[in-house]
């Protein structure tokens, strides 16, 4: 079955960095596109990056241009989101998204906090 890990995230203080990973399993994982979203606290989820299959080319909300960067190593099955110059805005449950024919899939999330 489809199996989505978070991991890496935690508390910082604002400016730093933290770099979070996904590791995929039960798919192909090198045919399929892959997302990161964010929930902040009271707010709905939203999506934040985004890399494609083939390619990789990658896409990214406004919010976090420059400040982010998606990447994935086909070989091990992972995504990562490398996030630098971190805000408290950032603070959120991140998500790791696959969309495999038609069906959602999500990982359990990993929490970041950006605080002083």
């Known amino acids: 079955q489809v199996q989505l890990v978070e991991s890496g995230g935690g508390l910082v203080q604002p400016g730093g960095s933290l770099r979070l990973s996904c590791a995929a399993s039960g798919f192909t994982f090198s045919n399929y596109a892959m997302r990161w979203y964010r929930q902040p606290p009271g707010k709905e989820r939203e999506l934040v990056a985004a890399i494609s299959s083939v390619g990789g080319s990658t896409n990214y909300a406004d919010y976090v241009k420059g400040r982010f960067t998606i990447s994935r190593d086909d070989a091990k099955k992972t995504v990562y989101l490398q996030m630098n110059s971190l805000k408290p805005e950032d603070t959120a449950r991140y998500y790791c998204?696959?969309?495999?024919?038609?069906?959602?899939?999500w990982g359990q999330g990993t929490q970041v906090t950006v605080s002083s």
């Open positions: 998204n696959a969309r495999i024919w038609g069906t959602q899939y």
